[in-house]
């Protein structure tokens, strides 16, 4: 039986490894602090996951990239949106299921506080988000090929990439 924590489970018969399954929610990043803290031996992180919040993947990438970890979205997987942050923190990376990306939406970035309307600052505020990203994934040593098709993919459509893409 799997050790759950969140949208992690870690299996302590292979305790190198964590499984991401489900959604990205915004204490994913808390949850994955503990499952390290339980198994400070994780070295693979598998990957099957819609996507969820951007922030809390983004911290969970920048976690992953330092320890180093591998990443892997096995066959019949899904690593959609912001799930794809995770995978390319991994120095190594590998995948068979399925890998796919788009811009963030406009409720990726920071909260309106009392719910007031940003106006033009919505914009801004996406802006400093992408930026957040493009900065990351560059750092991860993503190419540029991939984070176009990210950029050039509205939020309401996923841009997957084929396996010779992904080669």
């Known amino acids: 039986e799997p050790d759950r924590f ?29 499952a390290l803290l339980s198994y400070p031996g994780v070295e693979i992180l598998v990957l099957d996951s819609p996507g969820g919040n951007l922030r809390a993947s983004l911290n969970i990438a920048a976690e992953a990239r330092q ?18 942050l995770v995978f390319f923190a991994g120095v190594q990376r590998a995948v068979v299921g399925s890998l796919g990306v788009h811009q963030p939406g406009p409720g990726d970035g ?14 801004q505020f996406d802006l400093l988000v992408i930026a957040d990203i493009v900065e990351q994934l560059l750092s991860f040593d993503v190419p540029a090929e991939v984070i176009t098709a990210m950029l050039r993919t509205p939020p309401e459509h996923m841009y997957l990439f084929t396996s010779d893409e992904v080669a």
Request: charged share 20%; net charge negative; hydrophobic share 40%.
């Open 67 to 84: 320890r180093p970890f591998s990443t892997i979205i096995p066959l019949g997987a899904e690593c959609y949106s912001a799930c794809s």
């Open 110 to 123: 920071p909260a309106p506080e009392d719910g007031a309307d940003l106006g033009g600052a919505g914009l």
């Open 6 to 34: 969140g949208p992690f489970l870690v299996d302590p018969a292979a305790p190198n490894v964590v499984h991401l399954d489900g959604e990205i929610d915004v204490l994913a990043d808390l949850h994955f602090q503990r």
